[in-house]
């Protein structure tokens, strides 16, 4: 029995109206409990970026007395050590001063903006813009610690009532110090969980709701559809059960602010961009200010990642095409709205970065260069140039491949029921052309990750939603409920298995140290400084983000892998030095000391040596050593004999294998005593 319910052409609009409102509001609670349950969930590593490219940067910003370029006196907080990757430190070395002499001022002004622009080539590469949430939040949790540090003693409870008052201070601020590294380590990914991945959820509702309203629209009657009947139901759906966006889109990545920015932009941009003539008509001035505002939020999204421009210049493009215009009138469009809207936002991300990096810096830029002119992306990993449509689209698709591939060979071929929804299908060809364009210009790129489609995962739901509403058709709630019940069922297991087993390790290990260092700290006061050395792959761990304590100053240690010894066969990175001689490279690194020289060539813009090449004193033993078993067996003895190291601490970390069940192990987990699950195990030793 067809429930749907039909109004009024005249109360249309204005129920609709009222009825998304209300929606988006319960939506917006709904999502935003689920996302914090899905950011709780996470306990661990996807890829270091998530913390060396957005946590430790806005930590040294917050926390660190080493990094400030303000001429304001350091904060009490500020007192703890920084770890920035050479992305945030890259600079050219030097560059040879320009002879101003007989010149023109137009040639000053022409060398100043050539020497601008190739100071910002050889510069950083990533922004400020994209850790501004994460460094707000890091401020208040600074001003939080410091109002917990202060000392009560002088004020007195003269009723019970302040009595009451003062016990529930002293608690919260005791919670506080205790729960320091917690909200210093855990704060940020529950920050993302609501600013990031609940609008990017919200708005691929509107978006699907947009294009099922004008679709009604086109075939000229209004239906108030039930959630199973619902286009705009269907997408979030997927979007929500999508196992992809669960483990990935709350992370603190730089990737999720640029998926949150291309999907509140397209939401914005409806009109323009999938021509809603009932809104373009009646609009008084020349562009909504919801679409300046939209790519004014493009213009950000280049500076977090030039590649977002990938989807923002076809965006503008459509835009212009879409238009029944005189030609003057679509190079105003493009110029007046797209360009200046969006270089408006890129001028705020390049005071952002002036204000923190103490000068003119342009990371895009720098991105660009690094990335594309001189292709050193392809040093951190290659991948044939199909393999996102072979492999990356139908990982992170995952059950909603072959709804969006369905949605995507009808729109292909013109294979549709109905001959009068050409409007709807124009505006589905146009989001197939940005996820079209975005993974094709990133397929040139050597260097793939399937974060990097992340973007237009959103995208691909709202597709897939409608498919799924074209092959429901005509079936009941009943039917509809159980299909829910199969996404979540093939979906989640993914999710619970990546999220809260598979590498976690790091995260436990830094845990468990900000837990024994406190301990130590607290039997004995004069004992607060402690030094971690992490002996695994570069970046394997997150630092000081996750070893925050209050009135503890942790020293912290990794192995360098920078770009400046990956591209250059005359040196050695410290992590692959290690990983070819473990016991060899401790033993010289840590006790005695080689002589050598370090070389380097002009055309390297940051300086870089290994410790083993640079003729320096060996680094002191420090407190703690983190590091994989397989590398501890080949050291321990060490480890053990002349450093007086014990280890305290094995944590698992990923599977190894899985065999049948022989016998027991400490270091295996039998399931139903039939099979063995072997993990990979952390170690870590301490000469405390």
Known sequence: MDRSVRVTDKQSTQNYNDNNRKKLFKLFILTSIYRLANAWMIRTQFDPDEYWQTLEPAYCLAFSNETTTSQLPLHPQQKYGCALTWEWTRRKISLSPAKTQDISSFQKVIQSAQTAIELALH????????????????????????????????????????????????????????????????????????????????????????????????????????????????????????????????????????????????????????????????????????????????????????????????????????????????????????????????????????????????????????????????????????????????????????????????LLTKTYPRTNDAEGTRSRLTIFLIIASYTILHSFSEHKEFRFLLPVLPLMFILAGHAMVQLLGGMSVYQSKLILVVLCLLNYPHLIYLGAIHQRGPLSVNAYLASIMNNEAQKDNSNNQFSVHYLMGCHSAPAYSHLHLTDVIVDVNYLDCSPECRSNEDITCESDAFSNDPYEFVQSTYVNTLDGECVLEESIDTPSCTNIQRNIPSKQIPSFVVIMRDDASKIEGLLTDKWNATRVASVRHSVASISWHEETHNDVLSFLSLIDIHFEHIDIYSTV
């Open 123 to 410: 510069g950083p590469v990533r922004s400020y813009v994209s850790i501004l949430p994460t460094y707000w939040y890091y401020l208040g949790c600074r001003s939080i610690f410091q109002w917990a540090a202060l000392d009560d003693n002088g004020s007195n409870a003269g009723n019970r009532q302040q009595s009451y008052t003062t016990n529930l201070v002293a608690y919260t601020k005791q919670f506080v110090l205790q729960k320091s590294t917690y909200l210093i380590s855990k704060g940020p990914v529950f920050l993302h969980a609501v600013t990031v991945a609940v609008p990017t959820d919200l708005s691929v509702w509107i978006i699907a709701s947009r294009l099922e309203r004008l679709a009604m629209y086109h075939n000229h009657h209004d239906i108030i559809l039930h959630w199973w009947q619902s286009w705009a139901s269907w997408a979030l759906i997927f979007t929500i059960t999508s196992w992809f966006n669960g483990y990935a889109l709350i992370r603190t990545y730089a990737n999720s602010m640029e998926t949150m920015f291309l999907m509140v932009g397209v939401a914005l941009l409806g009109p323009e961009l999938f021509g809603d003539a009932s809104v373009v008509r009646d609009r008084q001035c020349r562009h909504r200010i919801q679409a300046r505002i939209a790519f004014f939020i493009g213009g950000l999204s280049a500076c977090v990642r030039f590649t977002s421009l990938a989807a923002w210049i076809p965006i503008g493009i459509i835009i212009v095409l879409r238009e029944h215009t005189t030609a003057k009138q679509k190079l105003g469009t493009l110029f007046g709205l797209c360009a200046v809207n969006g270089l408006l936002g890129v001028v705020l991300g390049c005071c952002v970065d002036r204000w923190v990096y103490g000068f003119w810096a342009v990371p895009f830029l720098g991105n660009f260069h690094f990335n594309v002119v001189l292709g050193l992306g392809s040093l951190y990993g290659t991948h044939p140039m199909l393999w996102y449509i072979y492999a990356g689209i139908p990982a992170i698709c995952g059950i909603a491949l072959p709804m969006f591939l369905w949605e995507v060979l009808r």
